[in-house]
């Protein structure tokens, strides 16, 4: 069992214990490291400033032209500027409250939101692999691929591999992307 140097492995840890099935034993636990600056998508931090510097042009012209007209804006002020801070500030904020696991099993994500906390799991039995993007030294992003993509009603939608969710801007990036490899080499030969 390890993490990340610059966390406390039983803390991260007691926070994945009420999630864990019989027997099952964490491997590795940690947090995407907040020293890495994070970068909002490009594209869509482009978008949302023209988006809400519209908004606010709609909003302060119409206001003076006609009063009643500027009320129109409001909502269109509202979803930019919540969209602003969700790209920038919102998504640091989530990133210190998520702690990420790797069990014998399965990969986790925990992430506290306004409504209590998430569990998002990935059995390795049903990734197809994972990929390594953003590294710089020893930090970087795991993205999880699945090929079993679903429909509502059971049938298969897709073949190729689809990213589900990712351990993002973790340290020791390395290390924890052959445990998780290793793992679903694993869980792909006990499946046959």
Not at 2 to 29: A, M
Request: aromatic content about 16%.
């Amino acid at each position: 069992m390890y993490s990340d140097l610059n966390n406390d492995f039983s803390t991260l840890s007691s926070r994945v214990y009420p999630y864990l099935i019989d027997r099952e034993e964490i491997l590795w636990c940690g947090q995407p490291y907040v020293g890495v600056r994070y970068r909002p998508p490009f594209f869509q931090l482009i978008f949302m400033i023209f988006w809400f510097g519209f908004a606010v042009f709609w909003t302060v012209t119409a206001t003076t032209v006609g009063g009643f007209f500027g009320l129109f804006g409001i909502p269109f002020l509202a979803i930019g500027g919540y969209t602003l801070y969700a790209l920038t500030l919102g998504h640091r904020r989530k990133l210190k409250k998520t702690v990420y696991a790797v069990t014998d099993r399965r990969a986790i994500i925990l992430s506290s939101t306004a409504r209590g906390e998430e569990c998002v799991d990935f059995l390795f039995s049903n990734l197809s692999g994972v990929s390594l993007q953003s590294v710089r030294g020893n930090s970087g992003t795991i993205y999880f691929r699945s090929q079993n993509v679903y429909t509502s009603y059971g049938h298969r939608r897709s073949a190729a591999p689809h990213v589900t969710a990712s351990f993002e801007m973790i340290e020791t990036v390395h290390e924890v992307y052959k445990l998780i490899s290793e793992k679903i080499a694993e869980a792909s030969h006990t499946d046959r």
